[in-house]
């Protein structure tokens, strides 16, 4: 149970800010993350989804907010990310520097020591009215 518990620690603190070489060393790689709307294979395909966010969004960090819980080789955990919107986003009134948060929670299924698969849910709708995307 620690080892996951450190393996999600590591993806939320590590990949998360942006050192994506640790995508390879905690994700299988057979590894499925299904995003909403979206799924990808591989640790190469988690790292772009990652990196697209920094895209938009500068001196990313997360906190984590409700575990994680760890049990039958499943992790679940609540974060919030923040960041400062770099500008970009289709649609956003939000001045390049505005510090945005937004929260969500993620679910891994772990094999042979690594994630193997991977669900995530976040309050993008959030993330939009924040950025003046949405009302």
Do not use: C, K, N
């Not at 999600?8 to 299904?34: C, K, M, N, Q």
């Amino acid at each position: 149970m620690e080892m996951l518990d450190e393996l999600y620690r590591r993806w939320l603190f590590e990949v998360w800010t942006g050192d994506y070489a640790v995508a390879g060393e905690i994700l299988s790689p057979g590894f499925t993350g299904h995003w909403p709307g979206l799924e990808v294979h591989g640790p190469d395909e988690a790292v772009e989804q990652v990196r697209r966010s920094h895209e938009y969004f500068a001196g990313v960090r997360t906190t984590l907010d409700v575990g994680p819980v760890v049990g039958d080789g499943m992790v679940a955990a609540g974060w919030t990310f923040h960041g400062e919107y770099r500008g970009g986003v289709p649609g956003a009134t939000a001045a390049p520097g505005t510090p945005v948060s937004f929260s969500g929670q993620d679910i891994f299924r772990a094999e042979d020591g690594r994630f193997a698969e991977y669900w995530v849910v976040s309050d993008t709708m959030g993330l939009m009215a924040a950025l003046g995307a949405v009302r």
